[in-house]
T-cell receptor, first 110, second 116 residues
């Protein structure tokens, strides 16, 4: 399972766009990139998943360059409620077994 | 949508006692579930893979006799922390994948164990 590297923490202000980049140099051909959000004392919550190029849903966008060695989670116009830890994970789509890295603690300030 | 539920959400026990945590897939069958533990300000650490009808597969460094996992049905896996000690106090989280329908992976709400 590919290892991921993310910034430990990030600060932002309400209304700003936040981009969190994750490095996964050893990503395998069959691996997908998935981002989860976790609030204190709660289980992780799925945000978005992608394999290549760009994926967008109602809460975020995921940008993946051609070499797939990194990915960027983009949160448009963050609010205070987006304060959480964000995890980037790499693994097979049907694998189920996920190895969590350190995650990025995002703090959104008013 | 599909939901994974854990029970209890919080439990406090005395040192030396055993505690059972349940993980249920509410509207899908899960042949495989996963158990994680998370200490404060740390990431989730995979403990074991729970396989329906067979023995669990434990990650390196996780004591199988300490953390008993039973996956007796397609919708229920249990984690029993035996002879709990204060250092076992942690947040325990399970996940399950709906492989039949959507392939989505769902996490439970977590169970906070405090051992006095």
């Amino acid at each position: 399972l590919a290892k991921t590297t993310q910034p430990i923490s990030m600060d932002s202000y309400e209304g700003q766009e936040v981009n969190i980049t994750c490095s996964h140099n050893n990503i395998a051909t069959n691996d997908y990139i998935t981002w989860y959000q976790q609030f204190p004392s709660q289980g992780p919550r799925f945000i978005i998943q992608g394999y290549k190029t760009k994926v967008t849903n109602e809460v975020a966008s995921l940008f993946i360059p051609a070499d797939r060695k990194s990915s960027t989670l983009s949160l448009p116009r963050v609010s205070l409620s987006d304060t959480a830890v964000y995890y980037c994970l790499v693994g097979e789509n049907q694998g189920g077994k996920l190895i969590f890295g350190q995650g990025t603690e995002l703090s959104v300030k008013p | 949508g599909a939901v994974v539920s854990q029970h209890p959400s919080r439990v406090i026990c005395k040192s030396g006692t055993s505690v059972k945590i349940e993980c249920r897939s509410l509207d899908f069958q899960a042949t495989t579930m996963f158990w994680y533990r998370q200490f404060p300000k740390q990431s989730l650490m995979l403990m074991a893979t729970s396989n329906e009808g067979s023995k669990a597969t434990y990650e390196q460094g996780v004591e199988k006799d300490k953390f008993l996992i039973n996956h007796a049905s397609l919708t229920l896996s249990t984690l029993t922390v035996t002879s709990a000690h204060p250092e076992d106090s942690s947040f325990y989280i399970c996940s399950a994948q709906d492989r039949v329908n959507t392939g989505e992976l769902f996490f439970g709400e977590g169970s906070r164990l405090t051992v006095l």
